[in-house]
């Protein structure tokens, strides 16, 4: 056998591990809807809170306080770790974020990325190609609205090109359009604001500084200005911002 050809079974089982993962957070989302809906909740922001806490579980008569706790209230976040795993990665030192799955996206937005800063520039570290691929199946309920909202924020003009890459690569992603419509108000009018930054970035340099036409063709053709336009009208469709 070809060394090339040695079978890898540590990423085998990783990559099987991920998946099952995220089926599981699929399914366990989905139910959480489904129990929603048959609760006739008051609110979208009531609906939005089951589905975000579907993988808490409730506690047993056992848990109760002032006993001894053998089961964690909440699995997810200290699931094979112990309480000084937990206090080792309150660390100042920030390394960059290598998801390799959607789930370890999600853990670490949760976890380590508390503000919009740091989120915001993990987001441009990452790039539209790669969060493309960690999403390729579904980014996930109630993500798409907490991203939206980290770039319009956030967003810069040296970053225009950055943030548009995301945005088409996150269109791309499976049940975007359901997702899109289960943003919240608020969520909506911050991916209308960004798309209106969006716009006025574009007004060129040109026009601003009164750049002679000729200076000004040249400026848009050594930029992508033009590119960029393209794509930007297609997003506004595409996420449906009048």
Known sequence: ????????????????QAALTADEKYKRENAAKLRAVE???????????????????????KDKMGGKRTVPWNCHTIQGRTFQDVATEISPEKTPLQPETSADFYRNWRRHLLSGPERYQTLLQLGGPKLGRLFQTDVGFGLLGELLVTLADHV???DR???????RSLASTGRFTLNLSLLSQ???ESCKGLFQKLQAMGVPRSMK????????GLEEQSGGLQEE???LQELLELYQVD
């Open 161 to 167: 090109a950055g943030v548009l890459g995301i945005l």
């Open 1 to 16: 056998m070809e060394r090339n050809d040695i079978i890898d079974f540590d990423a085998l089982e990783k990559e099987l």
């Open 186 to 188: 608020a969520e909506r």
């Open 209 to 216: 500084e009164g750049l002679s036409w000729e200076e000004q």
């Open 229 to 231: 336009e393209r794509l």
């Open 39 to 61: 609760q006739r909740v008051a609110s979208y922001e009531e609906f939005r809170g089951i589905v975000l806490a579907s993988h808490l579980k409730p506690l047993e008569q």
């Open 156 to 158: 810069g003009p040296a």
